[in-house]
């Protein structure tokens, strides 16, 4: 199993000009704790996560260094903390240097890498572009489908796109859904709008070609969550 099978392909990202309440509004309504940053031709140039927003006066209030502590600190370093402390825009609190992966990392590449690097979440890039990203969540999700996981049977090549078309072929909302397959079982983790429409993904994920079991673990937005969606 690769980063490919596990990977959410809505990502929610920002340019370097996006304003920083736009960004945090971002992180608050979708339950995330980073977004990526990418330029004009969709390259990965940053990513502002709730890290870097944490240094905020907003949030944690002025701070005071001891006169000492001045004195030692790296200059760069200073300069940079300035930036994310006051900076307005996402170019100017963004994380340059970004942990990521490509579409065939393996799960346990990723797994070292979150643990190495203390971090909650990898964009997944083809070519430069973000095509996905890989959360803590995500993860566990992929190693937890792959623990009983039977080999796969001739026809469960593409169930993860065949699941995807069926599901937006019914019409759902399924922007907030990620599929994960393991074998011929399908997985399908987030949360929908209702009731119905999570037994709808379940539905519409058992009719894809080559789907021998669906186990879903979808939840459901509280009406305040919606409405914070939809603001």
Do not use: C
Not at 76 to 83: H, L, R
Not at 129 to 151: E, F, T, W
């Amino acid at each position: 199993m690769q980063a490919k099978d596990i990977m959410t392909t809505a990502v929610v990202t920002a340019n370097p000009d996006t304003p920083v309440t736009d960004v945090a509004r971002q992180l608050l309504e979708r339950r995330i704790s980073a977004v990526p940053v990418v330029d004009g031709n969709g390259s990965l140039v940053g990513i502002v996560s709730e890290g870097d927003l944490m240094r905020r006066p907003e949030i944690e209030g002025p701070r005071r260094r001891s006169w000492w502590l001045l004195l030692a600190a790296d200059p760069v370093a200073q300069a940079i903390d300035y930036m994310k402390a006051h900076g307005g825009l996402a170019r100017e609190v963004m994380t340059r240097t970004v942990v990521s992966v490509d579409e065939q990392a393996s799960l346990e590449h990723i797994a070292a890498l979150l643990e190495k690097h203390g971090i909650k979440r990898v964009p997944v890039l083809r070519a430069g572009k973000v095509v996905g990203i890989v959360s803590r969540a995500d993860l566990l999700h992929g190693i937890l489908a792959r623990q009983d996981a039977p080999q796969p049977p001739a026809d469960v090549g593409g169930l993860r796109e065949r699941v995807a078309a069926e599901i937006s072929a019914s019409g759902l909302r399924g922007e907030f859904i990620n599929v994960i397959v393991s074998g011929g079982a399908v997985h399908l983790w987030g949360a929908t709008f209702s009731e119905e429409e999570r037994e709808a993904a379940r539905l519409a994920a058992s009719r894809a070609a080559g789907a021998r079991r669906v186990e879903s673990h979808l939840g459901v937005f509280t009406p305040t969550t919606r409405t914070m969606l939809w603001e």
